[in-house]
């Protein structure tokens, strides 16, 4: 399943601005999705996730209070929506597919498959 990320763009700080997961092929409704995002010459990390059902989601501690992450099963989307966005959140942001059997956080890389081409997120004025 590969995965698509839109909604990307620039942004000045304190913006907002909503991010969309989704699949051309096929559903999404039974996998934990995480969102992830590299910033200029730094490690990707772990921004949110959400469990299959929705019911439990995760925010990294830079994040909470300014993001929510949500999913619509009827339209196949994981959004993420970013407000009071700073220029520490620039970079890249990228969804990915949480493997059977594991949980989030932690945000373990290996055990997330299909990521997307990422999209990117500049904070700016």
């Known amino acids: 399943l590969q995965l698509v990320e839109s909604g990307g763009g620039l942004v000045q700080p304190g913006g907002s601005l909503r991010l969309s997961c989704t699949s051309l092929?096929?559903?999404?409704?039974?996998?934990?999705i995480g969102w992830f995002r590299q910033a200029p010459g730094k490690a990707r990390e772990g921004v949110a996730c959400?469990?299959?059902?929705?019911?439990?989601?995760d925010l990294t501690d830079s994040v909470q209070g300014r993001f929510t992450v949500s999913r619509d099963h009827t339209k196949n989307t994981i959004d993420l929506q970013m407000n009071r966005l700073d220029p520490d959140d620039t970079g890249t942001y990228y969804c990915?597919?949480?493997?059977?059997?594991?949980?989030?956080?932690?945000?373990?890389?290996?055990?997330?498959?299909?990521w997307g081409q990422g999209t990117q997120v500049t904070v700016s004025s």
């Open positions: 959400i469990s299959s059902s929705g019911a439990r989601t």
């Open positions: 990915a597919r949480g493997l059977a059997s594991y949980t989030c956080p932690p945000y373990d890389e290996s055990t997330f498959a299909d």
């Open positions: 092929e096929g559903t999404l409704r039974y996998s934990l």
